[in-house]
Nanobody, 126 residues
Framework: QVQLVESGGGSVQAGGSLNLSCVVSGYTYPSNCMGWIRQVPGKEREGVAA???????DYVDSVKGRFAISRDKAKNTLYLRMNDLKPEDTAIYYC????????????????????RGQGTQVTVSS
């Protein structure tokens, strides 16, 4: 059974930082493309960042230069470092993984990945 467990969310003021983590277990393709998505209740999911097996990364324009996705394959853990947070970054953040190997490793496409965790809330106040 595939499990993705996020942690690290919280409440910060604008300009602050948070580090999100996602521990993955039971996943057949641990080096596969993975991503972070976010969702505000009542709005569509948005792909935030993705990282491919070779370390290639992709970000939605609104977070470029502020967020960094990374992974520790030995620990089966995905990370999202978020700096200079803005109120518009407020959302529930989920890590996501596709059901099969994929070359479609972009932030936008990560919203279609089959596996997601339970999410972690990020709240940024002005």
């Amino acid at each position: 059974q595939v499990q993705l467990v996020e942690s690290g969310g919280g409440s910060v003021q604008a300009g602050g930082s948070l580090n999100l983590s996602c521990v993955v277990s039971g996943y057949t393709y641990p080096s596969n493309c993975m991503g972070w998505i976010r969702q505000v209740p009542g709005k569509e999911r948005e792909g935030v960042a993705a990282i491919d097996s070779d370390g290639t990364t992709d970000y939605v324009d609104s977070v470029k230069g502020r967020f960094a996705i990374s992974r520790d394959k030995a620990k089966n853990t995905l990370y999202l470092r978020m700096n200079d947070l803005k109120p518009e970054d407020t959302a529930i953040y989920y890590c996501a993984a596709p059901r099969a190997r994929t070359s479609l490793c972009t932030a936008a496409f990560s919203t279609r990945y089959n596996y997601r965790g339970q999410g972690t809330q990020v709240t940024v106040s002005s």
